[in-house]
């Protein structure tokens, strides 16, 4: 693992899942787990949040929510979907109310399989996040590449 | 004097999920909550006419991740009953088991949300802590951690062999005696009684004209427990409705640890008297008919309805979840509440808003 500039802190959000992976992302928090000793903090405040964990998958209700939420969050930004249900839709791609997967409405990074995703590929996944947030930090900040979406 | 609305949510840190409120706030006294719905609503009864009955149990366990098995069970029950078998009594008692694995868990998930909504992080930790040997025991026997997927129609996939049950009966030793110094910081200590001894006051007469269900009622002083009809082993099973007359938060949370406590002996009972033999006998061709199952999950009863038609789809599927019955009672205590008290308050009907809104 490649040394990082600074702490990403997460924020979570709950698109429609069923909660099993809500519990778990929580869960990841917790002693057994810890993701704090890799300087991770849990935030409520998408203002100060440089990583998105996304749970479920995108609904026709909250979709506006999910995408105001992105659009709060500062560059660079990176999101993570969390279970099967928010990578594609999962048991629930069926359903009337479903749009499908979190990509279908914001971009996302990282994909977290897994039904309830374990807490174990949950803390894989953040770290990858944070390899993805570290190139996006040196994109943004090298002066040749400005494209904001680096 | 002059009204504010605040907005709560549906993007909020003191639930993990969404919900969305308008607190209508008189200075600081909130006279008035108007909720609205349908952030997580997938449309999973929908689905029953798409999907074969025996698939469709796995999306049934899908409706909550915390009474995931629950939920199951109760799908399986009501499919038993409509093609009329009775299950092997080792099945049932095997579900018991499960069963209050999950109401200890979800009791314990509970205690620390409470513990993070007044803001006592190290108590909210401790709980978790203890939560996660519980999920163990669940991993070791059903294979997954949340979504068990053990519960099929006509009994159960998997067995334990008595070295596991005498194993988990060993750890609750330690583990009761964990959690008695935990739970005496929610019961006893000041900080905590501040933020929890009336408030929230739900009385008698409201819980019963509002309809609370499973703790919130029983904290108001009302006698009743869906597992008192029998169903899995719980007949044979020897145990007390705990109540309290508390009426306020602090009487909830008494109620929630009482249960945890009671849910340890029912297990014990259930591993001393646990038959052998089989555990699944077969079931075959399609359902037709209908069924109604009550269940008392962690957060109360539900209530489950089906129809078969005799094709490989439902023809209706419906559930009541506790939580769609005690948002009524949220709405009544809300008003006159302090507004840095809307959080806790949230909390204490236990809230679970991606069974109600499916
Ligand atoms: S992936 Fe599974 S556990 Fe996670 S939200 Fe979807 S159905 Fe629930």
């Known amino acids: 693992m490649p040394k990082f500039t600074k702490s990403p802190w997460v924020m979570h959000y709950d698109g429609s899942s069923c909660n099993g ?42 979709e506006s929510v999910v995408r105001q939420i992105y659009s709060q969050m500062p560059e660079p930004k990176v999101v993570v979907a969390v279970g099967i249900c928010a990578c594609s839709g999962g048991v629930f791609r069926d359903c009337y109310n479903i749009k499908g997967g979190v990509d279908t409405t914001i971009p996302v990074d990282v994909y977290v399989p897994g039904c309830a995703a374990r807490p174990e590929s949950i803390i894989d996944g953040i770290v990858q996040a944070l390899e993805v947030l ?17 | 004097m002059k009204r504010t609305i605040v907005p709560f949510g549906p993007q909020h840190p003191v639930l993990p999920e969404p919900i969305h409120l308008d607190l209508v706030l008189e200075d ?25 009955f025996n698939d469709y149990l796995y999306v049934v366990e899908r409706i909550c991740g915390i009474c995931s098995y629950m939920h199951g069970m109760s799908y399986c029950e ?51 802590r203890i939560r996660e040997k519980i999920l163990d025991m669940v991993e070791d026997s059903t294979g997954g951690r949340l979504i068990s997927s053990v519960n099929l129609i006509g009994g159960v996939a998997r067995d334990m062999d008595r070295e596991m049950l005498d194993g988990f009966v060993k750890q609750f030793d330690k583990m009761e005696s964990e959690l008695r110094s935990l739970t005496k910081v929610f019961l006893k200590d000041t900080t905590v ?9 739900l009385t008698k007469t409201d819980a019963i004209l509002y309809g609370a269900v499973g703790p919130m009622m029983r904290a108001s002083g009302i006698e009743l427990d869906t597992r008192k009809l029998g169903y899995a082993a719980y007949g044979d099973i020897d145990f007390d409705i705990i109540t309290s007359n508390g009426c306020d938060s602090l009487a909830r949370c008494e109620v929630r640890i009482g249960e945890i406590f009671q849910s340890f002996n029912i297990i014990r009972q259930a591993v001393a008297k646990i038959p052998d033999g089989e555990i699944c ?33 439902l023809e209706r599927f419906r559930v009541r979840t506790p939580t769609f019955s005690n948002i009524y009672s949220l709405l009544k205590i809300l008003p006159g509440a302090q507004f840095a008290d809307v959080p806790l308050l949230i909390l204490t009907i236990d809230p679970c808003i991606s069974c109600t809104e499916r």
């Not at chain 1, 993701?35 to 609904?59: F, K, S, Y």
């Not at chain 2, 009684?193 to 006051?201: C, M, Q, S, Y």
Request: net charge negative.
């Open chain 1, 134 to 150: 570290e190139k996006k930090s040196a994109a943004s900040a090298a002066p040749t590449e400005g494209e904001s979406n680096a």
């Open chain 2, 28 to 52: 600081e006294k909130v006279v008035e909550a108007i909720p609205s719905f349908g952030f997580v609503h997938r449309g999973m009864e929908d689905l029953a006419s798409k999907r074969d």
């Open chain 1, 21 to 62: 992976c809500d519990i778990e992302v929580l869960a990841s928090m917790t002693p057994l787990y810890d993701i704090e000793r890799l300087g991770v903090v849990n935030t409520g405040d998408p203002r100060q949040a440089d990583i998105l964990l996304i749970t479920g998958g995108i609904n026709y209700y909250n």
């Open chain 2, 193 to 201: 009684r501040a933020r929890l001894f009336e408030v929230g006051v």
């Open chain 2, 78 to 128: 009501g499919a038993e009953r409509i093609f009329g078998v009775e299950i092997p009594d080792r099945a049932k008692y095997l579900r018991t088991i499960w069963c209050e694995l999950s109401r200890l868990h979800s009791h314990l998930l509970w205690l620390g949300l409470l513990a993070d909504a007044f803001g006592f992080e190290a108590l909210f930790m401790q709980s978790w």
């Open chain 2, 281 to 313: 006998i077969s079931v075959k061709g399609n359902p037709k008919g209908e069924a109604t199952v009550r269940m008392e999950q962690p957060r109360g009863e539900a209530l489950y309805y089906m129809k078969a038609n005799g094709t490989r789809n």
